[in-house]
């Protein structure tokens, strides 16, 4: 699931207070914290009051939608009401924003979130947490199910750095957990510490590189295709 | 892997099985380096340093870089120096074309670092780079010296560099394992010595020294003499994983409160208080250990290492 945290209600009253009609979208999507049909309602009202302590007065509408990220689920939800609006404010993640932008090209589409990280729910720790950093090289396979991307600071393929006191990580202020001595403690359980001892070598960061697209297949066969000519 | 040649003084003499001293030099948010090439100046009198690390950033701050200090105390001074290199700053473009750069101005050793996280530092919102992490940096260094390429195999002109690398261990690490594991990593892609971070217990030092043993490549302890007692109280309060030794701490203390108004006799004071603690220190390691020699962590402090080497 995608992890955000709304903006400030300033800086999102600052956004679209030129405008007098705004349709408030929520994103009934993986987003989490959930930002659906009734964050969408109170978002707007504040908007509503904060206008009104100016002196404005701000029209709203709002809505949610299945998934904002999905350009037929979000065409065929949307389309509806955009004519009558000025502006619109979303609480989806920035996939969300960027697709409503792209669909809806005569209207603008404003965030109402930061989007912070792809996270699980760890619900013993009371947290959202980074697990993966979706780098496009996964190496949970040799390192006992810990990512030393997503886990370690430095992102390192090699650790731990001189920076672990006791299994902890110099920043965060010896709070967070250290990937690397993590790694170590699975190996070491499973008696695969072969795995930690191998040299990785540098890693391919074109898998990590944006813009990054994958081709979404329309068909397959067991004939044999041409294939693409890389520039 | 096979030994590759001593391009260095520091390699050389290492090999030669000399019981050996370096010093360290900070280059700071600065443009004058004269201090820098004072403290140089006074390493080379004593006659007992081989060679001076230069740090490169360290605690994350954003420092003069290391390369130019190198090549001047190098230069102005004739004191070998140990190229401090971080990964964090630099991704392996300008990696590569700083140690090229290195080269060319005459430094051959590199020791390669991960470097404190840029959220220590003085700027805080920096993007850390962390291309590379030190072990492929030592690979990096290694494709330069042994097959003059960079890490792609894309040959340099001229040929292949000379060029010594070095890797940090930590006797402090707790759990020791998988830091004597990374150190062996290290040591398979071509660290041809290792420096360790500051040690204050013997027992402990001798121990990771012991353990080290094994990789058959040159070590050099890391000690801290300690310049004032503010500096000591910082690194016990701030530096998780060392502590400096309640003995060490209370003379320091008593120090600085005996002779509050009289710096000469705080000066002299402290350092008989550093003298009496590392010179059996230096000389038990001499003696009941492998290692290659001792890293003098003593920033700033130059005016001990007379007093402090003078009986080695």
Redesign the interface.
Known sequence: MIITQQKNIEEIYDMVKQYSKILVAGCDGCCQPPRSINEAKVLAQMLELKARSEGKELKWKAITVLRQCDDRIAATTVRPFIEQYDAIVSLSCGLGIVMMNRIFDNILTFPAQNSMFGGAENNAENTFAEYCETCGECLLGVTGGVCPMAGCAKNLSNGPCGGTVTGKCEVGGYTHECAWVKIYERLKKFNRLDLFTKYRPPRNYRNWSSPRFIEINKSYTNEEEPKKEEK | MAKRPAYSNLVKTMRESKFLFTGELEPKKMVDLSSILHSAEEMKKTGKITAANVTDGPQGDAYTCSMVPCHLVQEKVGLETIWQMTV?DRN?IALFGDILGGSILGLRNLLA??G??S??GDNKNAR?V???????LI??VSKMVDDGTD?EGNEIEGGKIEMNVGC?A?P????R???I??V??KV??GADFIQT?TSFDIDDAKEFLKELEKFNVPVLLGLFPIKNYGIAWYFNENI??VSVPKDLLAALKTAKKQYKEDKKKRNEAIDKINIDFFEPFIKEIQKTTKAAGIHCMAVHYERLFEPLLKNF
């Open positions: 964090r392996r670092l991960t404190d996280h959220a220590l850390p962390y291309d590379l992490d030190s072990t492929q690979d990096l890490l940090a930590n402090n690490s707790n759990p394992e998988p830091e594991l990374k062996g990593r398979e892609v971070q998780p994983g």
